[in-house]
């Protein structure tokens, strides 16, 4: 069972920070990337940041140069560092984890429950 917790978010005024946390846990062999999704109300879902097990990163470019994303490999946690925060960034933010439980076995897709911010004006 693998199970992905997000924390940190809250409500911040524009141009404040919030710090976000996904902790994966479970039968984990080996997580291949984790990543942050978000979904406005009336929006479609769409990806914000992504790291690979390598340490490559790739940002939305709505939010470069103002959100990093990084990883505690030891803990199997993620981390969104949001600075400058806007009012269009106010949204529930996910947690995604591709991983597999155990050595050749299938890749799987999890979720995190989600997290909201909200950036007021």
């Known amino acids: 069972q693998v199970q992905l917790v997000e924390s940190g978010g809250g409500l911040v005024q524009a141009g404040g920070s919030l710090r976000l946390s996904c902790a994966a846990s479970?039968?984990?062999?080996?997580?291949?990337?984790m990543g942050w999704y978000r979904q406005a109300p009336g929006k479609q879902r769409e990806l914000v940041a992504v790291?690979?097990?390598?340490?490559?990163?790739m940002y939305a470019d709505s939010v470069k140069g103002r959100f990093t994303i990084s990883r505690d490999n030891a803990k199997n946690t993620v981390y969104l560092q949001m600075n400058s925060l806007k009012p269009e960034d106010t949204a529930v933010y996910y947690c995604?984890?591709?991983?597999?439980?155990?050595?050749?076995?299938?890749?799987?897709?999890?979720w995190g429950q989600g997290t909201q911010v909200t950036v007021s004006s």
């Open positions: 790291i690979r097990s390598g340490g490559s990163t």
């Open positions: 479970g039968s984990i062999f080996s997580i291949n990337a």
């Open positions: 995604n984890a591709n991983f597999q439980s155990r050595p050749g076995s299938p890749v799987y897709n999890d």
